[in-house]
């Protein structure tokens, strides 16, 4: 069983930049990032592979958003730019036991979330 612990979270104004990190307490595969705003359904941010050659992303955050990971210390991270109100929305980190890349909520594993707040 592998433990995920999000961080990173606040209130930033629109534009702000924020880093949200997710530490592993063992080895995973492909991990992901999704979000959830209230009254909405949790939906996929972004993606990467065990080896960091392959990243997904959902198309709201092409060019703002770069997810990115530390194998060594069982770490990723999620740095998002230019953020906006539509931002809004817990984090949540996620692993999978399998090396496929899936852009679904079919993980194995999932943080307890960070909450991100972009004010306008």
């Known amino acids: 069983q592998v433990q995920l612990v999000e961080s990173g979270g606040g209130l930033v104004q629109a534009g702000g930049s924020l880093r949200l990190s997710c530490a592993a307490s063992g080895r995973t595969f492909t991990m992901g990032w999704f979000r959830q705003a209230p009254g909405k359904v949790r939906e996929f941010v972004a993606a990467i592979s065990w080896g960091s050659r392959s990243t997904y992303y959902t198309d709201s955050v092409k060019g703002r958003f770069t997810i990115s990971r530390d194998n060594a210390k069982n770490t990723l991270y999620l740095q998002m730019n230019r953020l906006e109100p539509e931002d809004t929305a817990v984090y949540y980190c996620?692993?999978?036991?399998?090396?496929?890349?899936?852009?679904?909520?079919?993980?194995?594993?999932w943080g307890q979330g960070t909450r991100v707040t972009v004010s306008s």
């Open positions: 996620a692993a999978r036991n399998t090396p496929t890349i899936d852009t679904t909520t079919h993980y194995d594993y």
